[in-house]
């Protein structure tokens, strides 16, 4: 956001939804003024205290924002204008979007576990729905067939008693006397089974001759005649029968119900006689069970489901939960880890104060006491016209002489300047050679120069680190040899330092109080390279420090 006079814009961070700046180089109209973003917001909401202020608020996208003018003096106007710029705060909006993504970044996390487990169990849920669904159609056709396969034996063994209860008549009289005729009919109007069961007779033109439950059709010619669903049912019923014998499904009158049902019969021709004789059965029971049937096994699937469902809810609950825990326990872990840190760090610094008080108490406050006095000495005797004093004042020079090359010990170990003027590689001969000048330690290097510096925050941790590993090595492996290795493989710069000392067991040395490593290692890694450290008792030990670069140098 920008003042429409021209104004220094200074930001101050107060929190991650709040900004403001102040505007002061405008001698003529100075005022601070503050915002704050809102998410979904509209410019058009903007308090009315702060309209009574003077102040007027205009929208970007999605983020409206109200502005409250804070007078600095009485001159400051009621009406100043302030204009938004969608890129004149990007930066407070990228910082927004940086803050919530780090804030998001443990939900991340867990959705990644919990997400492939949802769409898992989605699909495993969906395929058993489907599997149950079509294994209870399966099931249903076939209890469906094996009902309609004993209904077929049932009313074929109908037919044959009746086929038995006619036969003496069928067989000895003639089929054109009349008196015969009407005793087969007679016979046959008399057979009935259930409260549903008969049989009827047609001849081969489709005529009724016989039928128990609906007298009214007997005379008729029903060949012709067709259900509710236009199925032609004697036509069909005379056509499987001459075919020696068969079933037909078909719609017809339920007597006992007086509704028109499903009905399965079953029919066969008596040559000699010219006629139709057949039986059927009402399905209906057959249909209103396998209804039934559906809807269990469509009860049992919603059940299934539901059922599948909750254990999928309950198990993300689960994982949600024991991540949640996970992460507390890991967040209070990492926080006692932080705080240990941050104790030893503290204590770390206390002791490399006392350390450079001991050198500044007991290295340069006694030579700079002693040059005090030689000076003081030397002043006496030249009072007093002695010609020893000149000895005393060289002494002092002398002394004060060791005095500046402690400060500058001091200074290099600090901070060496070589590292800042001549790069990595002279600071490290410079290091080296120290190294092997005060402890006698057998040294091999291998430096090739680069063709150009490294960034100047990994010189100096690289720097820290040999600095470091050289303390150890001096105070603690009891090696004989050392060797420092750099140079590039590939992108990546590697720096190696390698002793023959009696080594230790990296584990048990990262568990004790000493930050040694673990610093190394943050230091490396907070600059995106890579620390590896190998030892073992007896075999010496290993540090590598590698930092993959854009270019090689």
């Known amino acids: 956001m920008i003042l429409r006079s021209d104004t220094t814009l200074v930001a101050r961070t107060d929190s991650w939804d709040e900004f403001a700046y102040n505007a002061e180089s405008d001698r003529e109209y100075p005022y601070r003024w503050s915002g704050r973003i809102h998410p979904f917001g509209d410019a058009e909401e903007i308090d009315e205290r702060y309209q009574a202020q003077g102040a007027r608020s205009t929208g970007t996208g999605a983020y409206g ?19 938004s710029r969608r890129h ?9 979007r940086i803050m919530s993504s780090s804030m998001s970044l443990k939900t991340k996390i867990l ?8 769409v898992v169990a989605s699909l495993i849920m969906v395929t058993t729905v489907n599997q149950a669904r079509q294994l209870g159609k399966e099931e249903i056709l076939t209890f469906e067939r094996n009902l309609l396969a004993a209904k077929r034996t049932e009313l074929k063994h109908y037919v044959s008693l009746a086929l038995t209860s006619i036969e003496p008549v069928y067989r000895h009289a003639d089929p054109d006397n009349p008196e015969a005729r009407e005793l087969m009919k007679a016979i046959l109007h008399s057979l009935t089974y259930g409260e549903d069961g008969y049989f009827f007779v047609y001849d081969l033109d489709g005529v009724n001759l016989v039928h128990p439950k609906q007298p009214e059709l007997v005379g008729r010619n029903l060949y012709d005649l067709q259900d509710i669903n236009g199925n032609h049912v004697i036509r069909h019923l005379l056509e499987v029968a001459n075919k020696g014998g068969g079933y037909h499904r078909y719609m017809w009158l339920k007597p006992s119900l007086g509704e028109i049902v499903d009905k399965l019969s079953y029919a066969v021709i008596l040559p000699e006689w010219g006629w139709m004789l057949g039986t059927g059965i009402y399905i209906d029971d057959i249909v209103n069970e396998i209804h039934k049937i559906e809807t269990q096994v469509n009860q049992n699937i919603r059940n299934t489901f539901f059922t599948v469902l909750v254990i999928i809810a309950v198990a993300t ?55 005090k006095y030689r000076i003081e000495l030397g002043m006496e005797k030249l009072r007093l016209n002695d010609c020893s004093a000149s000895e005393d004042l060289y002494q002092g020079a002398q002394v004060l002489n060791e005095a500046i090359n402690e400060v500058r010990r001091i200074s290099r170990d600090l901070r060496p300047s070589i590292l800042d003027d001549l790069g990595l590689l002279a600071a490290l001969d410079s290091l080296l050679g120290e190294f092997t000048e005060r402890t006698g330690i057998e040294l091999e290097r291998d430096t ?16 820290r680190i040999v600095q470091e590993a050289l303390t150890n090595i001096e105070r603690h492996s009891e090696a004989t040899h050392v060797h420092l290795s750099t140079g590039w493989k590939g992108n990546v710069f590697q720096l190696t330092i390698r002793d023959d000392g009696k080594g230790f067991h990296i584990k048990e040395v990262l568990c004790r109080r000493g930050i040694g490593l673990r610093n190394m290692r943050e230091r490396v890694e907070f600059l995106g390279g890579d620390f590896i450290a190998h ?19």
């Open 317 to 371: 609950a689960l994982i949600v939960m024991v991540g949640v825990l996970i992460n507390l326990h890991e967040h209070r872990l990492a926080d006692s880890k932080l705080k240990e840190l941050s104790q030893q760090t503290v204590l770390f610094q206390e002791d490399e104060k006392r350390r450079i008080s001991r050198e500044l108490h007991d290295g340069i406050n006694q030579l700079m006491v002693s040059v």
């Open 111 to 118: 959705s990644l576990a919990v997400l492939p487990l949802l």
């Open 535 to 553: 030892s073992e008792p007896g075999l010496g030990t290993e540090l590598k420090a590698l930092f993959p670069m854009h270019s090689p140098a």
């Open 88 to 96: 004149l705060f990007s930066v407070s909006l990228a910082g927004l």
């Open 448 to 463: 090739p120069p680069c063709r150009q510096r490294l960034p100047e925050q990994i010189e100096t941790t690289l720097y």
């Open 65 to 83: 924002v109200y502005v409250r003018i804070r007078r600095s003096d009485a001159s400051a106007p009621r009406n100043a204008v302030i204009e």
